[in-house]
C-alpha cells in the first residue's frame, strides 16, 4: 500500500488500517503477539485489563512505576491474525487514560 493509500485509508474511516498493513507485512499468524500497557494503579482498571484477557491464556506481567502510582503490563497472548490483535487493541482503548505501546 502506498502513503497516499494509506492516508486516504485513514481518512476514510478506519483508524487501524495503517496498523493492519503493517502487521500483515510483518507478521506470520498465528503467533504469540506481545502487548504493552501502562495504566493508573487502580483497582478498577487493573481488574478490567486483566479481565480482558481472562480464558485466552496470556501470560501477563506487571510491574509498578517507582511512585506507584501506575502499573505497566506485559501481555504475551497467542493471535491467529491481524484483526484479533486489533480487537484487543480496541478493547483496552476503552479503558480511560490507558496508554498502549
Given at each position: 500500500m502506498s502513503i497516499d493509500e494509506n492516508k486516504?485509508?485513514?481518512?476514510?474511516?478506519?483508524p487501524y488500517e495503517n496498523f493492519r498493513?503493517?502487521?500483515?507485512?510483518?507478521?506470520?499468524?498465528?503467533?504469540?503477539?506481545t502487548f504493552k500497557f501502562i495504566i493508573k494503579a487502580e483497582a478498577d482498571k487493573i481488574s478490567a485489563l486483566k479481565s480482558m484477557f481472562e480464558g485466552t491464556g496470556a501470560r501477563l506481567t506487571e510491574a509498578?512505576?517507582?511512585g506507584g502510582k501506575y502499573k505497566?503490563?506485559?501481555v504475551q497472548v497467542q493471535v491467529q491474525d491481524e484483526e484479533e490483535?486489533?480487537?484487543?487493541?480496541k478493547e483496552v482503548s476503552r479503558i480511560d487514560s490507558v496508554i498502549m505501546l
Open positions: 486516504n485509508a485513514s481518512l476514510n474511516g478506519d498493513s503493517l502487521l500483515q507485512q510483518s507478521i506470520v499468524f498465528p503467533t504469540e503477539y509498578s512505576s517507582s505497566s503490563f506485559t490483535v486489533i480487537a484487543y487493541y
